[in-house]
């Protein structure tokens, strides 16, 4: 109960101001709904009194004063009626002003409370001893509204609802003169049931509400969360892929997967491009002074800063290949000015790195190439997508910049006739430099950086060395407020975010403006029945819950209780009604009892009772007939007595005919009496009735018609035989007014419950609207939420991914992490290149890309499957293929190194699936793979285009496997070797062979996949990697061709 009474308000008061401004125009609807038929019974009262005085009395023997009496209490109700006409008309028309707000309601529900009063004073004072009980039907009409239909809080309510029970209890004992024990007890019993129902119907009502209002901003945040989302998740997309290339797979992806021969090809021809190939001489040495989280954060910061400078010359960032850097101008817009664009980014590269070379005191430079041709760009492979560009003039580029000189821009001579005069140039010479320019005889130049930029060859000075990185990089330009700012995937944030929860705040507030009452309901619901137009959503509702039916049954069943003790006191307790009605208290029992079982936790037997009071809850339709019984059965019960009361008073009709006496007037008076407590009770079985919020509407205006109609049919037979036993002694007093104010007030409350009824289940099928966009828009949230991480693990790993989807990370903290043994592979295909020709017949070489698309995607496919789990796929550039194991604690085994094992196993699948792909297109490609074991570095470099890599000693060597490997060989190191060989894979030594950077090694051959698996367990790099601890990480090219 306390529960019930307490004050039901949100913690935050701006929460609770959009709350009570949400149900503002509901609120004023039901007020002016009470105000009008307030005006109206006041108006029919009104008319009433004043038929009173055309009316021709008889006046009986001695009745002069009294008469004069009687004159002057209908005078005064026709002066109350026509100034509560006057208050009601003022209040309509400030109720139905836009303006209105929620406190304006509320002093106006006050006014409305004080007018209850006063009528309450006034009505009571007009029938005193003659029909007393008159006042108590229209205190318990008044005090049930004020609770169903007034915007009052709990406590206010009650607070009104025990002034007016407290003022009609007090002028029934001292102003009606038949008041006894019996009669007060049975008032104030039935006036507290009309507060108990006022608050089991008012609680409920709130408590939905209240529930409707969250759900309805919870459906706005899901929406704005999901716009915010959508916004991220293109934001990612579009920093790694060009958006004509995002938009195509997104909306590929979001759509139902088509049954094709081949996957499809993201690819687009661009002509008039110039292509740049920059690559960091001299790194190697950086990354030997500093340690991972630095070398990292160096690549970071050194490749935002290209980035930047990429955007603002107009390039297009295509990879990162360890320290390689290569962008292209004229995708995906055409630009004449191409050309100028990329050799002002390779002058504005190599004049960033002479920075670091001075503030690192490290001699590193930058080595630029350039051509101007054409390009296929898009993405291969079903996995790790990664913008890229084809063609014969991208592999020429690549070797401009190879051949080229640190320091310089190195061009062809195709740039520079896009140049024009606007640069001074010498001769390149690249021929001597590099053997592909030789064999092609490319003529090529170098770009003379205007004066205006200084000299590019700062000497180096003595500076020590500086630890804080990140100060270093400020000198470059990077002010830290860059990196707080901006997050994974989307660069600077110009604009400072809202707060969420304000963000939603103003979104409902500008929601609940524009939003109708009206206009949803006409949109969703009928007009008569209000069943949704929709019968999906309508089948929905009628399967949703009821919290509250509980509490709907036991105010029906304190209902049915006090119209039981009141017809025990009142009438006569050995009427046979009684006995007739047995089973219909029975079922009044039977009922509630079957809805409580619901609640009872331990449920031992009684399982058809359990599994009757668990539909009840469940199905609407079901917990409809129960509540439609409930109310009918107390009906019934009243309805039983009025007949044995029809009964009784025709037999006194019948006796005292033609005697004039007291007791003739006495007995008339007391079946007056009986009448109006048969009223009270007939409307204490409508509340009953409209208790049941859950009940429809319809339902309950044929009940509340029902009884109306019964209880009119058998009052008029009342009037009949009770007037014709008075009609010598007091038909001066009973005027018109007293035989049809009763009929004013019970119609007057029948109306405004139908009302309610109305009101009600609208507003409750509305939230339920409410609540199923809420799920829908949550649903799609999840949704959305899983294709974000679905699009995201095909540009990031899955557990890099979930580190920047949980947390708020910013550019200055750097994603990396030391993995101590992990398994990386290359696998290349180096008879690509002869196959790769451009031609018109295979559309420039596009039909060629097909091909190596299908092979990728395959070799991305076989990752799908259960044993490979332990395999990230890394990259793809060009014909070669990079993949690593144990990159995390879960897919790193280091006592039976699976991930080593899967590795070999994968090895081996590829070349199996090379080989099924060569025979159904009559190719001969072969398949060159390289394997190491060892420690690497893991990050994510660009925070404008977020790139994953690995690096370290462990993947240079990977890489030098497979460069040096041999066609149709999985050459692997001698630490793969003793892992396999363990494991009872067959391996043959190759011997020691001459690896760039790295000196003799000895290599050996993965010879097939395990025959007999041994059980042994060892670990045989332990040694290996605590003698290589110390060993400073290096980074990897990553390039699918070794650099001269």
Known sequence: ????????????????????????????????????????????????????????????????????????????????????????????????????????????????????????????????????????????????????????????????????????????????????????????????????????????????????????????????????????????????????????????????????????????????????????????????????????????????????????????????????????????????????????????????????????????????????????????????????????????????????????????????????????????????????????????????????????????????????????????????????????????????????????????????????????????????????????????????????????????????????????????????????????????????????????????????????????????NVAQIFCFVMAACIYGLVMFRAFSLSIEVQCLNSTFEGHNNCTNENKGCRQYYLIDYLMLLVMVSMIACAVYQILISLLKAIILLGGMAGFLAAYFIYIKNVDSIICLYRSSEHTFTHQYMNIVVLGGFVTALIIHGQQTEATYRLDFVWKLQATEEKEDMEHLEAYNRKLLANILPVHVAEHFLNSDKNNDELYHEQCDCVCIMFATIPNFSEFYVELESNNEGVECLRLLNEIIADFDELLSEEQFKYIEKIKSTGSTYMAASGLTQNTCDMHDYKHVTAMADYALRLKELLEEVNEHSFNHFRIRIGINVGPVVAGVIGARKPQYDIWGNAVNVASRMDSTGIPDKIQITKEVNQILHAKGYPTKCRGTINVKGKGSMETFFLEGPVKNRPNITLNPLASSFDDKSEEPMRTTLGTISEKN
Request: glycine share 4%; hydrophobic share 40%; aromatic share 10%.
């Open 1 to 620: 109960m306390k529960k019930v009474c307490s004050t039901h308000q949100f913690r935050n008061e701006q929460v609770e101001m959009l709350y009570q401004r949400y149900f503002l125009k509901m609120n004023q609807s039901n007020m002016t709904n009470l105000i009008t038929l307030l005006l109206m019974i006041c108006v029919v009262m009104l008319v009433i009194s004043l038929t009173d005085f055309a009316m021709p009395r008889k006046l009986a023997t001695n009745s002069t004063e009294v008469h004069a009496t009687q004159y002057d209490k209908l005078l005064v109700l026709v002066c109350t009626s026509a100034c509560c006409i006057a208050i009601y008309g003022i209040l309509l028309n400030v109720v139905s002003r836009p303006a209105m707000n929620e406190v304006y309601l509320i002093i106006i529900s006050y006014f409305i409370l004080v007018t209850f009063v006063i009528l309450e004073i006034c009505i009571s004072y007009y029938f005193d001893d003659k029909r007393p009980l008159l006042g108590s039907s229209f205190t318990l009409a008044t005090t049930y509204l004020t609770y169903a239909l007034m915007p009052n809080r709990l406590k206010d309510a009650l607070l009104s609802g025990f002034i007016l029970a407290v003022a009609d209890l007090l002028l029934l004992v001292y102003v009606g003169t038949m008041s006894g024990i019996a009669d007060v007890t049975s008032c104030f019993i039935i006036l507290l049931c009309g507060n108990i129902a006022g608050v089991c119907t008012h609680y409920p009502r709130e408590v939905a509400q209240r529930k409707a209002f969250l759900e309805t901003r919870q459906c706005i945040e899901a929406r704005l969360k999901i716009q915010r989302e959508n916004q991220q998740q293109e934001r990612l997309l579009l920093s790694v892929l060009p958006r004509h290339v995002a938009m195509e797979m997104k909306a590929d992806i979001a759509g139902q997967p088509k049954q094709e021969q081949f996957h499809k090809i993201y690819i687009q021809k661009h002509e008039n491009v110039s292509i740049l190939f920059a690559d960091i001489c001299g790194f190697t040495t950086l990354s030997d002074q500093c340690t991972a989280e630095e070398l990292v954060r160096i690549l970071n910061e050194l490749f935002a800063r290209f980035d930047r400078l990429a955007a603002e010359h107009h390039c297009l960032r295509i990879k990162l290949l360890g320290d390689c850097y290569y962008c292209v101008s004229g995708l995906p817009e055409a630009r004449p000015d191409h050309a100028h664009c990329t050799v002002e980014m390779g002058l504005d590269m190599i004049d960033a790195i002479a920075l670091v070379r001075e503030v690192m005191n490290v001699n590193v430079n930058m080595r630029v190439g350039i051509h101007t041709g054409r390009v296929h760009c898009g993405v291969l492979g079903l996995r790790k997508w990664q913008f890229d560009v084809w063609s014969n003039d991208v592999t020429l580029a690549n070797y401009m910049e190879s051949g080229g000189i640190p320091g310089r821009v190195h061009i062809t001579k195709e740039t520079l006739s896009c140049l024009g005069n606007d640069y001074v140039v010498e001769p390149g010479n690249g021929g001597e430099r590099n053997s592909y320019l030789k064999d092609h005889n490319i003529d090529t130049y170098l770009i003379v950086a205007p004066s205006y930029r200084g000299d590019t060859s700062i000497p180096y000075h003595n500076h020590p060395m500086n630890g804080n990185i990140a100060k270093e990089m400020r000198i470059m330009g990077h002010g830290s407020q860059h990196g707080h700012s901006s997050k994974l995937g989307f660069g600077e944030s110009t604009e400072r975010e809202k707060n969420p929860e304000d963000e939603v705040n103003e979104y409902l507030m500008k929601a609940i403006d524009a939003r109708s009452i009206d206009r949803l309901r006409i949109e969703h619901c009928r007009t008569l029945l209000l069943n949704f137009r929709d019968p999906v959503k309508e089948a929905k509702y009628l399967l949703e819950k009821d919290r509250m039916l509980t509490m709907y049954f036991y105010c029906s069943t304190f209902c049915f209780i006090t119209v039981l003790l009141v017809q025990l006191v009142i009438f006569n307790r050995h009427d046979p009604a009684l006995f007739y009605s047995t089973p219909i208290i029975f079922l009044l029992v039977l009922i509630p009892l079957l809805v409580y079982m619901n609640n009872i936790k331990k449920r031992r037997g009684f399982s058809t009772l359990f599994f009757v009071s668990r539909t009840i809850h469940k199905n609407r």
